[in-house]
């Protein structure tokens, strides 16, 4: 009989090895495949037959990005917008998901539900515009960031993580003299790291890869942030080599071109994955990690 339970032990261990294995190739060689393009010469991978390695290894597409004046600028933008953006939104959503634990605060459940209705409908673009614009908003610094100051999907989540915290270690806190401010920010939020690292990168992630917002709701050149800028560079790009297609000897041309739509694409990417991808390793030891381990016993 143990024999059998060791046997399917081992049978049901490497089935799982193999899923975990077969899923992690498919993340990781679509990756490599881009980054080999991003530093292979356009016109040879023109070519095609590039899988995992540089065939003629090449920097021009991080040049030609950099070579643009506003690349610099919009980096700057794009740094300020998400750290700003990502530290306000996260301290703000954490304090209405607190307030809403509060089972004193007046119409709690009213405005729960006023939350979630908001999270079913969408008026659409022009809508915003239309009220981004009357607020001022609109090509300036401010609309990446007092827009996406709350998410209800993220007041929720941090809501439910909230409410798993004993009761008992809140009370213990107000025995002790302390109001709701001290033991939100003595309390809650020490013993929420798990849900406040999950919040932030969500936010980090969101803020700098937003390329819709710089694209339609700010015109100054100086205020649209790398991913904007980034984006319209491959459209311009594209553009010239379909430009270049409709010309008698454009193949050839094309061919003498180190730099390409799809290269430049790869390249982008690489580019914005890069931040994500510093940040990842400081938050995902938070995501295991237990909210009440060892701070309270009932």
């Known amino acids: 009989m143990k024999i059998k339970q060791d046997m399917s032990s081992v049978v049901i261990r490497t089935i799982s090895w193999v899923i975990i294995i077969f899923l992690t190739l ?14 292979n010469s356009g016109a040879d991978a023109q070519r095609g037959g590039i899988t995992f390695w540089p065939r003629q290894f090449s920097l021009d597409n991080f040049k030609e990005i950099f ?7 919009a980096l700057w933008i794009s740094l300020g917008k998400t750290i700003l953006g990502t530290i306000l939104s996260v301290i703000l959503t954490a304090m209405a998901a607190y307030a809403l634990t509060i089972k004193t605060l007046p119409f709690r ?3 729960t539900f006023g939350l979630v209705f908001t999270m079913l409908f969408s008026a659409g673009v022009v809508p915003l515009y239309i009220l981004l614009h009357q607020l001022s908003l609109t090509d300036t610094f401010w609309v990446y960031i007092i827009p996406s100051l709350y998410s ?19 009370e213990a806190a107000r025995i002790d003299g ?8 003595k309390i809650i939020l020490p013993m929420s790291k798990p849900v406040i690292a999950t919040i932030t990168l969500f936010n980090a992630v969101s803020q700098w890869n937003d390329w819709f917002t710089g694209a339609f ?29 409709q010309k008698a000897g454009a193949y050839q041309m094309i061919e003498r071109m180190t730099i390409t739509g799809d290269s430049l694409q790869m390249a982008m990417i690489v580019l914005l994955i890069i931040p994500v991808l510093f940040l990842f390793p400081f938050v995902q030891k938070h995501f295991v990690k237990g909210v009440n381990i060892g701070s309270t016993k009932e």
């Open 152 to 170: 209800v999907y993220h007041i929720l989540i941090m809501r439910t993580f909230f409410n798993q915290i004993p009761n008992s270690v809140i």
């Open 109 to 111: 459940r009213v405005i």
């Open 178 to 185: 302390c109001n709701d401010w001290q033991i939100f920010w």
């Open 26 to 39: 498919t993340i990781l060689l679509p990756m490599f495949h881009i980054i080999a393009l991003a530093f």
């Open 67 to 73: 070579r643009q004046g506003t690349i610099l600028n």
């Open 217 to 245: 709701f700010v015109r100054n050149p100086q205020l649209k942030p790398l991913a904007t800028v980034l984006q319209d560079m491959l459209t311009s790009q594209e553009s010239i080599s379909h430009a270049l297609k």
